[in-house]
């Protein structure tokens, strides 16, 4: 053990005598620190197209409703647009005139049973809904994001008895759109 203790000591005199070790654990240090600045974290990068809506309009005209279902798309419109104001500095307005126009269309709208009661009536459903978006920017004339299938499920419960039954879709629906709309923006944003 004393032998390896003294053959490590002279290699570390050697190596002090050529180098100065001081110097050295600086350049590390700065070599370590610059490499750190210059991987980053990639959230700077990622949104380079958009510039963060920085000074920029968008607009998010109402989506267009290829269902039945009564006023969806002005629910998901809606969710839109609060998700834009409250995640982007985008100014966002609702007319389809802006550096940016979201367009959007409610293709589909189901409402399934998953949960059976003894009666064999449905207790809980699966709300699915089919959506597609684009982006384009108006200045360029160019589409920025484009996504022809997006599906969002919600899953809600139906009360049992007539006395406190209260409709459950409507609540589920809002859910729904807020999870879209908050994918959605994430989507974009961060899309390259």
Do not use: W
């Not at 240090?29 to 920029?56: D, H, M, P, Q």
């Not at 969710?79 to 589909?108: C, K, N």
């Not at 920025?144 to 039954?165: G, I, K, M, P, W």
């Amino acid at each position: 053990m004393a032998l390896v203790s003294e053959s490590l000591t002279a290699s570390s005199a050697r190596f002090s005598a050529c180098y100065d070790t001081a110097a050295l654990r600086k350049l590390v240090v700065l070599i370590y620190f610059c490499l750190l600045a210059l991987s980053g974290c990639g959230y700077r990068l990622a949104n380079k197209n958009l510039g963060g809506g920085e000074g920029r309009t968008i607009a998010v005209p109402t989506f267009t409703n290829s269902t039945t279902t009564y006023r969806i798309e002005q629910r998901v419109t809606e969710a839109v647009r609060q998700e834009l104001i409250r995640r982007t500095r985008f100014r966002v307005v609702p007319e389809a005139s802006g550096d940016l126009v979201m367009t959007g269309e409610v293709l589909s709208y189901a409402a399934v049973p998953v949960i059976f009661n003894p009666q064999g009536r449905g207790s809980a459903y699966t709300m699915l809904v089919d959506l597609k978006v684009k982006l384009t920017d108006t200045k360029a004339g160019k589409v920025v994001y484009q996504n022809d299938r997006f599906t969002f499920r919600e899953v809600f419960e139906l009360s049992q008895s007539s006395a406190e039954f209260v409709p459950e879709d409507p609540a589920a629906l809002d859910r729904l759109s807020r999870r879209f709309a908050s994918s959605l923006v994430a989507t974009v944003m961060h899309s390259k």
